[in-house]
């Protein structure tokens, strides 16, 4: 989609553009057959896909760090549609260890996955180590979700290869890897650099990073021969809790 279509709305070949909602774009489709995975599902984006999800039929497991507002999510979808299947289960991307937590807890569930959406994400916070010790917007917006998806791709291949049904992973990316950059673009060598840190650029590598991991894993996936695709995308400028370090200037943007 162009920068026109963005910001205008309008739609694009398929016939729907930035301005079609989830429920418009998934009208008429039966999703009972297909289980999915959505981090930071539990506010904002991932609360609205997990719902439209859920309302199609699918199995939806939230991943969310806060237990709490994961399970108001899951209140939230089953007074709408109380035959929802959905799940809530412990993931802090920021943290190595939850992450291989998690993916074990889910893999012990022995489900199926069809689609893995790659949606947490944190933006422009001050300079902040993760407990892994590394810069905590490319810790949790790539690096936990490189390792998630490394921790479920076989699952998600071998339920491609049995059902017949096409694999989906998506990485929720952002226009502002165009926009905030780094000299370097990624700073391999700087990634925890405090006095050189610039909170938007440090989101805008991050972000990139997203896109990255999504074209070579479809490469790599295409080269294997699996029927799963790898894609990242920019899901368009919405107020989300994800502007609690920018909102006056989100405001502000938006106006223009
Ligand atoms: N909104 C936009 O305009 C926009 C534009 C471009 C791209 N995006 C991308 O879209 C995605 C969703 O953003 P959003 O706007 O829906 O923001 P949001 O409402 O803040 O949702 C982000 C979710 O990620 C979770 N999260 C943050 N850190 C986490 C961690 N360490 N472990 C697990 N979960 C974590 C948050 O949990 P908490 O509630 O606990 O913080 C929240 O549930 C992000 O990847 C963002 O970069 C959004």
């Known amino acids: ?54 309302l199609r039929g699918a199995h939806v497991i939230i991943a969310g760090r806060n237990m709490e507002a994961a399970d108001d999510v899951k209140q939230l979808i089953l007074r709408s549609t109380p035959l929802a299947r959905v799940d809530i289960l412990k993931l802090d991307l920021s943290s190595l260890k939850s992450v291989r937590a998690f993916a074990g807890q889910f893999l012990s569930m022995d489900l199926p996955l069809n689609i893995l959406i790659n949606n947490a994400g944190v933006m422009f916070c ?16 790539h690096l936990g979700h490189f390792l998630l998806t490394n921790l479920l791709l076989e699952r998600m291949k071998s339920t491609a290869k049995e059902t017949g049904i096409e694999g989906r992973i998506v990485n ?15 700073r391999f060598d700087k990634l925890n650099d405090k006095d050189t840190y610039s909170d938007k650029k440090a989101y805008g590598q991050s972000k990139l990073a997203n896109i990255l991991h999504a074209n070579e894993l479809s490469r790599r996936l295409q080269e294997d021969g ?19 370090h920018s909102f006056l200037q989100m405001c502000l943007f938006l106006q223009l």
């Open 1 to 54: 989609m162009g920068l026109f279509r963005l910001v205008t709305g309008l739609p694009g070949p398929s016939g729907f553009g930035s301005a079609s909602t989830a429920e418009q774009v998934t009208d008429g489709i039966d999703a009972s057959h297909l289980t999915v995975v959505i981090t930071g599902g539990a506010s904002g984006i991932g609360a609205e896909t997990a719902r439209v999800f859920a």
């Open 126 to 141: 001050p300079f902040q180590l993760s407990e892994d010790g590394i810069e905590l917007q490319f810790a949790t917006n």
């Open 172 to 186: 929720l990316s952002s226009i502002a890897h165009l926009l905030h950059r780094y000299e370097e673009v990624i």
């Open 226 to 244: 699996a029927n799963v695709t790898a894609n990242s995308i920019h899901p368009g400028l919405i107020m989300t809790n994800l502007m609690r």
